[in-house]
């Protein structure tokens, strides 16, 4: 798959050359930049449909970076990380960054997440009506029907579905989700999130080891599973 024009930000010529190849090879055209004032420096010059940004760069670091590009551009952003905290990453994608992968990552792992990434921010059309296998959610009137049969949600639970489905594949952090359901002051209440959670899976007959729509990425958050991912 060709990626168009990818940014890459990587300070380790290994790993920099290696991820080049890869995409020249997918036949994408790829910036490679070795800090942060490069990438920013490419970025103010030239379009670019995908970045992958390295945490750990000399001069800025790659979470400042993050959000001085957030601050003019929504560009697909997935994060190279070698520090495996579940603080780093959710920092990252606090930050605004969309995804992430943990060195050392296979080339299918990287061309799969990048492909995702894309396929979803390709299609943020606002059709009213999200449907996924025999789960259909209209968010024009509120309903969500499982089977031709109306699941009944509270308006919290129904919100809760909705933020998630709109955002199918994405890694969606604890944070992000509290603020968008309940509002910038709950930003902490993880423990609305469980609850929640746990009766939207139990009404839409969702496992939570084998989830069919709603995946938990542990300490971190939750993802909405796209049918073409399952
Ligand atoms: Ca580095």
């Not at 930050?95 to 060195?103: E, F, H, M, N, V």
Request: avoid cysteine; charged fraction near 30%; hydrophobic fraction near 40%.
């Amino acid at each position: 798959m060709n990626f168009g024009t990818v940014l890459v930000v990587e300070d380790e010529p290994a790993i920099r050359r290696y991820v080049v190849g890869v995409l020249e090879a997918q036949g994408s055209r790829v910036r490679a930049a070795e800090s942060g004032e490069v990438a920013l420096e490419t970025l103010g010059g030239n379009a670019v449909d995908i970045a992958l940004v390295d945490l750990g760069l000399p001069g800025i670091d790659g979470l400042t970076l993050i959000r001085r590009i957030r601050t003019w551009s929504s560009v697909p952003i997935i994060v190279l990380t070698s520090r495996d905290t579940v603080e780093d990453k959710v920092a990252a994608l606090d930050a605004g960054a969309d995804d992430y992968l943990t060195k050392p990552f296979a080339e299918e792992e990287l061309v799969a997440r990048m492909r995702a990434l894309l396929r979803r921010t390709a299609k943020e059309e606002h059709d009213p009506t999200l449907q996924f296998g025999d789960l259909e959610i209209d968010s024009a009137r509120h309903l969500v029907h499982l089977n031709g049969e109306l699941l009944k949600f509270t308006p919290k639970e129904y919100d809760l579905l909705e933020a998630m489905a709109r955002n199918p594949g994405k890694l969606l952090t604890h944070q992000w989700l509290l603020q968008k359901v309940w509002g910038v002051g709950y930003a902490t209440e993880s423990t609305y999130l469980r609850v929640y959670m746990r009766q939207l899976r139990r009404k839409l007959g969702d496992d939570s080891d084998h989830p069919r729509w709603i995946m938990t990425e542990t300490g971190l958050g939750y993802r909405w599973l796209p049918p073409s991912e399952k």
